[in-house]
């Protein structure tokens, strides 16, 4: 059996004025995420790890900030496509792991919602996917509440 992993970062500025968007699940908070898509943070570093352990580049060479097709998209369809390429070039995703990073909002109350919403759009099961969260102790962007940071860890095999 061929497996590879993947890795994904991904961190976005915090404003007022924007929905906040993680793991495919619209957040009630003072201030989203600024960005071209709906900036879900989460998903992008899911993309960018599948995308990765597949050797198939990352997320802004599929789905560049610089096409209109993608301002506003709903980052569960980015997903979906991701999932599409990997499925076409005959991989299969195996789990998923991820860690948000940000000070605010509590994220736990929503971790089952971003693994259905996950589950769904990767077409895997919620048992293999696992969504973390810690702050960063108040310190740097994190900690000011200008930002947010996902990493995730995806494993493929054929």
Sequence with gaps: MNIRVGFGFDVHQLTEGRDLWLGGVKIDHSKGALGHSDADVLLHA???????????????????DTHGEFKNIDSKILLKRTTQLLKDAGWIIGNIDCTLVLEKP????HVDSMKIAISESADINTDAISIKATTNEKMGFIGR??????????????
């Design 46 to 64: 899911i993309c960018d790890a599948l995308l990765g352990a597949a050797n198939m580049r990352d997320i802004g060479f599929h789905f560049p």
């Design 106 to 109: 509590k994220i736990m109350p």
């Design 145 to 158: 509440e200008e930002g947010v940071v996902a990493h995730a860890v995806a494993l493929i095999h054929r």
